[in-house]
Nanobody
Framework: QVQLVESGGGTVQAGGSLRLSCAAS????????MAWYRQVPGKQRELVAL?????TITYADDVKGRFTISRDNVKIALQMNSLKPEDTAIYYC?????????WGQGTQVTVSS
């Protein structure tokens, strides 16, 4: 049973930083990709950042230059700097391998103005 467990959410003022982590119950290298998504009420879940098995990284346009995704053998992290109120959302860890997709339970990030 694959489990993804996020941590590191919280409340921060605009301009501040937070670091999210996602621990995987299996080695991260077993996934074709791992990613961070976010969702606000009433909107679709959107991709924030993704790293594939080759180490190629993709960012959403509105987080480029502010967020950094990283991966080691047991977890991925999302370093979020220069946070804005519009970054407020529930952030979800996501991973995929073969035909299976996995999601974490989500962690709330709130950025106050």
């Amino acid at each position: 049973q694959v489990q993804l467990v996020e941590s590191g959410g919280g409340t921060v003022q605009a301009g501040g930083s937070l670091r999210l982590s996602c621990a995987a119950s299996v080695g991260t290298r077993s996934f074709n990709f791992m990613a961070w998504y976010r969702q606000v009420p009433g909107k679709q879940r959107e991709l924030v950042a993704l790293v594939n098995r080759y180490g190629t990284i993709t960012y959403a346009d509105d987080v480029k230059g502010r967020f950094t995704i990283s991966r080691d053998n047991v977890k991925i992290a999302l370093q979020m700097n220069s946070l804005k109120p519009e970054d407020t959302a529930i952030y979800y860890c996501n991973a995929g391998r073969s035909t299976e997709i996995y999601w974490g339970q989500g962690t709330q990030v709130t950025v106050s103005s």
